[in-house]
């Protein structure tokens, strides 16, 4: 019904700029689209009765800072925000119970929740772009943040590289190759010219799915439970995508053509950045604060001046190497006042990622740990929102309803030096 009466809003609008010339049939045309915006508000409030009743949580109503716009008229029936993992901070229980009717609405087909959305301003946007195959389901901008905000946190790429939206499937960046140089200037001489120079990073979506299955059993009751697990799903299994093509894309079909650190610098032993660790130095137990010091040296000053340097390894890097090197020397890696491990290491952040080395066995000749800014050194472009459709197919043995949701981003690794100067990302290859 409110979709109907929003497309004769916007037929009439249309309508009416042709009647512009003629007085008495534009009053007419003016009071017939005051009359539909009267039946859409009537309709939104006939829709929000409906949908609270359907939602049956029993109890008082929110208090207004916790309603997004005035349309929520029940709290959760138990308060659920400690034992919430994915959605925090403000309003988590709200923000999960909006993202659980919204699965609830578009991928598992409940009606009650349809139009508990329609009654709260979700909208159920269809995905109908040329690029992709229709019959998805477009996850709105609020729920796509909350998603963004997860995969940062547990990714790195799509949190420190340059992030370029992209309105096409390829575009080229601009890249700053040479700056300007200050020439001494003798007195009345004129000034020797000097060119910025800039080439091209090439970007091209590709589309990258997640399979999330769960059960065709869903209680509405259980919606801030379900948005609470399907986000952090979703969200994990695109950061590790993610941070997979960045780290170790070798180039193939498997990572869509995206090369990524690891391969850069171990199939090119000549770079400048290549730091060898010392001779032995081959496992996680063997390096020592001397390798990393080197590695330290090696980075240019420019990353130290206008980057955000940190290092980069897994977990087993961590406690292999840094965890171990600092209690070594007698130093503890926790904040006194919350016990909180502090992931840092001589002033600079450890950032942890399954997508780095974790063997313990030998890596000669293999990178291990990476120290830079990888912002600098790698363009993250992205295409489009995220889209969710489901399959009652899939899964049809275990009774169980597949949500399939894809995104579409590419990564391009473009700064790693050259055999002479070191780039904004250097790594430590372990030695025999």
């Known amino acids: 019904m409110l979709k109907k009466l929003r497309q004769a809003l916007d037929k009439a609008a249309q309508e ?24 859409i508000e009537r309709a939104k409030e006939a829709l929000s009765l409906q949908a609270n009743l ?6 008082p109503g929110p208090s207004s800072e916790m309603s997004r716009s005035g349309d929520f008229q029940q709290i959760l029936r138990h308060p659920r925000s400690g034992r919430l993992k994915n959605f925090q901070g403000e309003h988590a229980e709200v923000r999960a119970l909006r993202f659980g009717k919204f699965m609830l609405a578009s991928v598992y087909g409940s009606t009650a929740a349809k139009a508990w959305c ?27 943040n909350e998603i963004i905000d997860l995969r940062d946190a547990y990714g790195l790429f799509r949190r420190y590289c340059r992030n370029m939206p992209m309105g096409r499937d390829t575009m ?21 010219e000097s060119n910025a120079s800039w080439d091209n990073v090439k970007l ?5 799915g997640v399979l999330v299955p769960f059960s065709t059993e869903l209680d509405e009751d ?11 799903e979703i969200a994990y299994a695109f950061a590790v995508a993610e941070d997979g093509c960045g780290w170790s894309g070798d180039g193939s079909s498997s990572y869509h053509n995206i090369t990524g650190f690891i391969p850069k610098f171990e199939n090119s032993a000549t770079l400048a950045g290549a730091v060898a660790a010392a001779t032995g130095h081959d496992t996680f137990a063997e390096i020592d604060a001397n390798d990393l010091s080197l590695m330290m040296g090696k980075l240019p000053q420019y990353v130290y001046q206008r980057g955000r340097p940190a290092w980069y390894c897994s977990q087993m890097g961590w406690a292999m190497v840094f965890q171990r090197i600092i209690q070594g020397a007698g ?13 840092q290491y ?81 790594a430590l290859i372990g030695k025999t």
């Open 222 to 232: 259980a919606a801030i439970n379900i948005g609470d697990y399907l986000l952090g």
């Open 204 to 208: 091209t979506a590709n589309k990258w």
């Open 54 to 59: 359907a939602a049956q949580n029993a109890g």
């Open 118 to 144: 329609e009654g709260n301003g979700i909208e159920l946007k269809v995905q109908t772009e040329g690029v992709n195959n229709a019959g998805g389901v477009l996850v709105p901008e609020e729920f796509t």
């Open 331 to 343: 130093g503890i890696s926790k904040d006194d006042a919350t016990g909180r491990v502090v992931f």
């Open 172 to 192: 080229n960046q601009p890249r700053r190759t040479g700056g300007l140089i200050a020439y001494p200037v003798g007195e009345g001489k004129a000034i020797q």
């Open 346 to 426: 001589l002033g600079f952040p450890v950032e942890i990622s399954p997508s780095l080395p974790t063997a313990v066995t030998a890596l000669n000749n293999k990178a291990m740990l990476f120290f830079g800014d990888i912002g600098m050194a790698a363009s993250f472009g992205d295409r489009r929102g995220m889209t969710v459709k489901r399959s009652e197919d899939h899964k049809f043995a275990e009774d169980q309803i597949v949500l399939r949701a894809t995104e579409r981003f590419d990564i391009n690794v473009h700064d790693v030096g050259d055999a002479t100067v070191a780039g904004p990302v250097v």
């Open 16 to 39: 009416l700029m042709e009647l512009i010339g003629d007085e008495k049939k534009y009053a007419e045309k003016k009071a017939e689209i005051t009359e539909i915006e009267a039946q």
